[in-house]
């Protein structure tokens, strides 16, 4: 995603997050709305049948769905703009861990001793690349909490459709975002330019990620899903050093490296037994 959003960095950010909700929001229902209807018929159905207290269980964990993908867009980008790129990238190095806790904690998920090896060589990670800075360090913990909840919650709600289910999440977060928009008024961009990696940024950093995330946790673990996320920062990585040019230094090297070994031992199993189907 930093490719497209360094293209257009000489917009303000959140020009950029308002465009990207909306913009979503029009693709999700017009594809909901033209493929879509059978779904959404079923899942009407679905909901029509539930209890009172079902329907407003669903309906709150919805709606704090939809505040917590929200705020982690928010404080990510307000991070990046006043405090400091480090604490937004950190953030998703803490994610992973909050994610695995908040799943061994709040859902009971079974966490094996090869686990929890994993995680401690993903947190001695996280440690060489600390800046030592609290300020950062905490920014970094508000996104990645955000984030985090936002998994175990997605894994709490079940039997509805998953796009459904973005297409209302995104709905909520631009209402949420309705108010900030028409308080920071502006004329609304016209470059062509700007649209196509709108679009880019809309349908293949938001739209896909987010449904392949509601859709993985129906059978995966949210600490598996959670420990996963730890290849966004080496992509991140990948891509600073050979697309962008960016130095790399040697601990930040060894920290990315113990982050793959920390993705293979906790995903050992997962691994061995698609190994094992193939043959």
Same mark, same amino acid.
């Given at each position: 995603m930093s490719v497209p959003l360094r293209?257009?960095?000489?917009?303000p950010p959140h020009e950029i997050l308002y465009y990207?909700?909306?913009?979503? %929001?029009?693709?999700?229902?017009? =594809?909901? &709305?033209?493929?879509?209807q059978e779904a959404l018929k079923h899942d009407w159905i679905i909901l029509k049948a539930l209890t009172t207290a079902k329907? %407003?269980?669903?309906?709150?964990? =919805?709606? &704090?769905s939809s505040v917590l993908i929200t705020g982690n867009w928010f404080t990510y980008i307000y991070a990046v703009n006043n405090v400091s790129l480090k604490a937004a990238a950190f953030a998703y190095m803490v994610c992973?861990?909050?994610t695995a806790l908040c799943g061994f904690i709040i859902l009971k998920e079974q966490l094996s001793k090869i686990k929890v090896i994993a995680l401690v060589i993903a947190f001695l990670s996280i440690l060489i690349l600390a800046t030592g800075s609290?300020?950062?360090?905490?920014?970094?913990?508000?996104?990645?909490?955000?984030?985090?909840?936002y998994i175990i919650v997605l894994k709490v709600i079940k039997d509805v459709d998953k796009f459904n289910f973005l297409g209302i999440q995104l709905i909520l977060s631009g209402l949420m975002m309705l108010p900030w928009y028409f308080v920071n008024a502006a004329p609304v961009p016209t470059e062509t330019f700007f649209w196509g990696h709108i679009f880019l940024i809309a349908v293949v950093f938001t739209i896909i990620p987010l449904f392949l995330n509601s859709y993985a946790l129906l059978g995966m673990p949210s600490s598996a899903l959670g420990i996963l996320i730890y290849l966004n920062p080496i992509v991140a990585f990948t891509v600073a050093f050979f697309y962008f040019k960016e130095e790399i230094g040697i601990n930040?090297?060894?920290?990315?490296?113990?982050?793959?070994?920390?993705i293979a031992i906790f995903n050992a199993q997962l691994l061995k037994s698609v190994v094992y189907k193939k043959r």
């Open positions: 293209d257009i960095k000489g917009f990207r909700i909306f913009v979503s %929001i029009i693709v999700v229902w017009a =594809t909901i &709305l033209l493929f879509r329907k %407003i269980k669903l309906s709150l964990l =919805t709606l &704090l992973p861990l909050l609290l300020h950062e360090v905490m920014w970094a913990i508000i996104i990645a909490s955000f984030y985090a909840l930040q090297l060894f920290a990315y490296l113990l982050l793959l070994v920390s």
